[in-house]
């Protein structure tokens, strides 16, 4: 190959000089111009490293650009989707049963039944509509914070699942029967209480589909804070959310403090009142308002330190279904 | 193919390992680490053919010590030690067994003699030559500079060492010629035309005609560019933005990136159309070391008022007239010789030398050697005129030290001597023999040395013996017996003191008295020692 050093003004011979000189083709080769071959060779391989690694970066860059925008936009739509589905209503399903639950734990309003409520059937009717459940003390759900913390602790519980099916007998073992199958959860406890749904599932799903949320998707920078937030989206509870904005039942259970005066058991049950409410929300028609005392102490030492709680709560719901039917 | 310059031979030899000395060059020039490259070559360089045996004559005429101290080189004052000593010594201990060879280099140093201007050349030559090769071997300690720099700088002094040949030697006559013509040819050639480019394109790659302006303080105020002159007829002249491209081009290829490694290109180019010439200019140094340290010798002579010549070459039995043949030897040691002459009716007799102690005889065995040695290399001689026969060979034998080694006594080491003289003694060869058989008592040393010279005498040699058998030596004049036999002897003056003249005939006395007296060996001297070493042996007995 011809070098750049050579000109037309150079003799012939000079010329060729010059060209063996630059392409070490003389003829006394020596190991020196054939370690220069391999220098060249080991810089052409450099910058082709280097051309490579640059163009490699700009394309990866542009690559995971492309590629994160599209999961943005996925993700996005995902959102949007969801979003659509809810009305204006199931937005505010949350503070209006947030406004129920700080109703129902102020000053005690008295016991009411709705007539509906005196036949089997009527309750059957009614406690199988789409129902949201919560659980908590009387202090915590006086405060829309103290719901969001008293919702994220209430799971389905025996009291829910004798509410719905109560046991044939007030009997310890009757009601063992059922305080199993809530503590062993799963998915029998799920087909049983299929209806209901936590509040605490609309408390977390419901931001999700929120505008600040997919304001933090749009600014989101890189694929790994983006994936952090599509894994957050897809654990969220956002159908079960979707499920407990549209209940058309509260079904609530609101825990006075104890008086104190006898030891509370292992699992934190301890006489005292509580307080059971069935709110129809679309009609914010108060179904059933009810106070009644639980104590533990006439249960089995082998049941009570254990299951207290549990059988305290199954023992309401029977006793509330055996007044209703008065 | 390259002709070689050689400055001594009619028929020119390359006498040097040209294809090593080149190789070697090649990587002086490229590393500058190559210090000795001269002298390693000039060391090895081969001689003309020649019959002499160096090893027969060299030690005993102290050449080494000759070369070292009267062949040295001087210009303007300035001394300047052989690259190769051993290269002169070789030259001149292995003189041309051609004749012709003999004339060339007479052809040559006796133009240099008469031609100032010519010997001025020559020195100028040589200095350039000189730092050739100090700045190819790095000898001034410029390796560590920028190579290109001092690769220029072997390239220019290239140039001046073929411009000074080219031009310097136009009015020579001799082998002097030579250079010219060597000179021409390169000139003529591209790769010299590069060169001289390339340098052109060092020094003077543009010319800026500025106008300057300077203030009433004397202080420069500013200047203006009224023109830029590229030197755009000049092949390794490219536009900025081609030296740009080339630097980069080299870098792909494995270079360093930078005008520097143009230039080095460049360089290299250049170098590789000039190497198959650079060798030529070592063995050159070594020929104008040669020539200039034969005028050095002149010039060392004629300081102390002697005279020195090219001898007229003459067939054996032609008359020997050496006058006024000093000794160089003495003259190299800061001491004035004197002057003698030397006359026999043929060279090819053989001369016996008699006379005092201390008389001069030695010396001038060494004079008479060094005279054929140097005649015979064809060049000046340590005489004011005279003849001389080429011989076939020289033997010295002047010295005869004890060594720890010797099995033999001081008899059977003389016997030896003789024997080995008549082992390596071709016919025609010049002999030097000093106090033959004085190692045994006088009867039957004188038996030997009758039959060494008379088995001499069949040989023909050109010889000169010293004795101090003055009895048998005068017989051997009276008798006649021996046909080819001439009698020198020690001139006496007044005073019965040594005048180192030679003449005709037969020494009367050794003069052991007067030496004697000299050196303190008297009756008187001896017995006052004697006294004086009884007394200090009494007075340190006394003290214990």
């Known amino acids: 190959m011809p070098t750049l050093l050579v000109n037309r003004r150079m003799n012939p011979a000079l010329a060729a000089r010059v060209e063996a000189s630059v392409t070490g083709r003389k003829r006394d080769a020596t190991s020196t111009s054939r370690m220069r071959r391999l220098v060249s060779l080991a810089r052409l391989a450099l910058v082709l490293a280097l051309v490579f690694a640059i163009h490699a970066v700009i394309t990866t860059r542009q690559r995971i650009r492309t590629d994160v925008d599209r999961r943005r936009a996925e993700l996005l739509e995902t959102v949007r989707t969801h979003a659509a589905t809810l009305t204006v209503e199931d937005w505010k399903a949350?503070?209006?049963?947030?406004?129920?639950?700080?109703?129902?734990?102020?000053?005690?309003?008295?016991?009411?039944?709705?007539?509906?409520?005196?036949?089997?059937?009527?309750?059957?009717?009614?406690?199988?509509?789409?129902?949201?459940?919560?659980?908590?003390?009387?202090?915590?759900?006086?405060?829309?914070?103290?719901?969001?913390?008293?919702?994220?602790?209430?799971?389905?519980?025996?009291?829910?699942?004798?509410?719905?099916?109560?046991?044939?007998?007030?009997?310890?073992?009757?009601?063992?029967?059922?305080?199993?199958?809530?503590?062993?959860?799963?998915?029998?406890?799920?087909?049983?209480?299929?209806?209901?749904?936590?509040?605490?599932?609309?408390?977390?799903?419901?931001?999700?589909?929120?505008?600040?949320?997919?304001?933090?998707?749009?600014?989101?920078?890189?694929?790994?804070?983006?994936?952090?937030?599509?894994?957050?989206?897809?654990?969220?509870?956002?159908?079960?959310?979707?499920?407990?904005?549209?209940?058309?039942?509260?079904?609530?259970?609101?825990?006075?403090?104890?008086?104190?005066?006898?030891?509370?058991?292992?699992?934190?049950?301890?006489?005292?009142?509580?307080?059971?409410?069935?709110?129809?929300?679309?009609?914010?028609?108060?179904?059933?308002?009810?106070?009644?005392?639980?104590?533990?102490?006439?249960?089995?030492?082998?049941?009570?330190?254990?299951?207290?709680?549990?059988?305290?709560?199954?023992?309401?719901?029977?006793?509330?279904?055996?007044?209703?039917?008065? | 193919m390259v002709s070689v310059l050689d400055l001594l031979h009619p028929t020119p030899l390359r006498r040097i390992d040209y294809e090593e000395t080149k190789l070697a060059m090649t990587l002086a020039f490229a590393g500058g680490v190559s210090s000795g490259l001269f002298a390693d070559a000039l060391d090895h360089a081969k001689v003309a053919p020649s019959t002499w045996e160096p090893e027969t004559f060299a030690g005993d005429l102290f050449l080494p010590q000759f070369v070292a101290l009267c062949m040295k080189v001087r210009i303007d004052g300035r001394e300047h030690p052989l690259t190769s000593s051993r290269h002169v010594l070789a030259l001149l201990a292995r003189p041309p067994a051609d004749p012709a060879v003999v004339h060339h280099r007479r052809g040559v140093v006796a133009e240099l003699a008469t031609s100032p201007h010519l010997r001025k050349e020559l020195e100028g030559l040589y200095l350039s030559l000189c730092r050739f090769r100090a700045h190819l071997e790095g000898a001034n300690g410029d390796a560590k500079l920028d190579p290109n720099r001092r690769q220029l700088e072997i390239l220019q002094l290239a140039k001046e060492i073929i411009d000074r040949c080219a031009e310097g030697f136009v009015t020579a006559r001799s082998g002097l010629a030579r250079l010219a013509a060597f000179g021409r040819r390169v000139q003529a050639g591209e790769p010299y035309r590069s060169l001289a480019d390339l340098i052109r394109y060092d020094e003077r790659l543009a010319t800026l005609n500025l106008k300057v302006r300077v203030g009433a303080d004397g202080r420069i105020r500013g200047f203006e560019i009224l023109a830029i002159q590229e030197d755009a007829q000049n092949p390794f002249v490219s536009s900025p933005w081609r030296r740009w491209l080339a630097k980069v081009e080299l870098f792909v290829r494995g270079f360093k990136f930078g005008d520097g490694e143009i230039m080095a290109r460049l360089i290299d180019a250049v170098f590789e159309g000039l190497k198959d010439e650079l060798p030529s200019f070592v063995q050159l140094l070594g020929d104008v070391e040669f020539l200039l340290g034969s005028l050095a010798f002149c010039d060392l002579a004629r300081d102390a008022g002697l005279a020195t010549s090219l001898p007229d070459l003459v067939a054996p039995d032609q008359p020997r007239a050496l006058r006024g043949l000093f000794n160089p030897l003495l003259l190299a040691h800061g001491i004035t010789p004197v002057p003698c002459d030397v006359v026999t009716d043929r060279h090819d007799t053989t001369v016996l030398v008699t006379g005092p102690n201390s008389g001069g005889k030695t010396r001038l065995l060494q004079s008479i050697g060094l005279t054929q040695i140097l005649g015979q290399a064809g060049l000046f001689v340590p005489a004011r005129s005279g003849a001389l026969s080429l011989a076939s060979g020289l033997v010295v034998s002047l010295i005869e030290e004890a060594k720890a080694d010797q099995t033999e006594g001081r008899l059977g080491t003389e016997l030896l001597r003789i024997r080995a003289l008549f082992e390596r003694l071709p016919p025609g060869a010049m002999v030097i023999l000093d106090e033959l058989c004085s190692g045994t008592n006088p009867s039957e040393g004188e038996e030997i040395f009758e039959l060494v010279v008379q088995m001499l005498e069949r040989l023909s040699p050109q010889a000169f013996i010293t004795t101090h058998f003055l009895a048998f030596a005068a017989r051997l004049e009276r008798e006649r017996t021996i046909a080819n036999l001439r009698f020198l002897q020690v001139e006496l003056g007044a005073e019965q003191r040594a005048t180192y003249q030679f003449v005709p005939g037969v020494a009367q006395t050794s003069l052991a008295a007067h030496a004697a007296v000299r050196l303190g060996v008297t009756r008187d001297q001896l017995m006052s020692l004697v006294d004086r070493n009884i007394h200090l042996a009494q007075a340190k007995s006394a003290r214990r």
Do not use: Q
């Not at chain 1, 919560?134 to 008293?150: E, K, Q």
């Open chain 1, 94 to 326: 949350v503070e209006r049963i947030e406004s129920w639950l700080v109703r129902l734990s102020g000053a005690y309003e008295g016991d009411r039944v709705d007539d509906r409520l005196r036949s089997r059937e009527g309750r059957t009717r009614i406690l199988g509509r789409p129902a949201v459940y919560v659980r908590g003390s009387i202090d915590s759900l006086r405060t829309s914070d103290g719901v969001a913390a008293a919702a994220a602790t209430s799971s389905k519980d025996a009291l829910l699942l004798c509410l719905l099916d109560p046991p044939a007998r007030r009997t310890e073992a009757a009601l063992y029967e059922r305080v199993r199958t809530a503590y062993a959860g799963g998915m029998v406890l799920e087909e049983r209480s299929a209806n209901v749904r936590r509040l605490d599932d609309a408390i977390v799903g419901l931001p999700f589909l929120l505008p600040p949320w997919s304001d933090r998707v749009r600014a989101a920078e890189g694929a790994k804070e983006l994936a952090r937030l599509k894994r957050d989206f897809e654990r969220a509870p956002i159908e079960r959310a979707k499920r407990a904005v549209r209940a058309e039942v509260l079904v609530a259970a609101i825990d006075e403090p104890g008086d104190g005066k006898v030891p509370t058991e292992l699992d934190g049950e301890r006489p005292h009142d509580v307080r059971i409410a069935i709110v129809d929300l679309p009609s914010g028609e108060v179904l059933l308002r009810m106070r009644r005392r639980v104590d533990p102490s006439s249960l089995s030492d082998a049941k009570r330190p254990m299951y207290a709680r549990g059988l305290d709560g199954c023992a309401l719901a029977f006793d509330v279904h055996r007044e209703l039917d008065r």
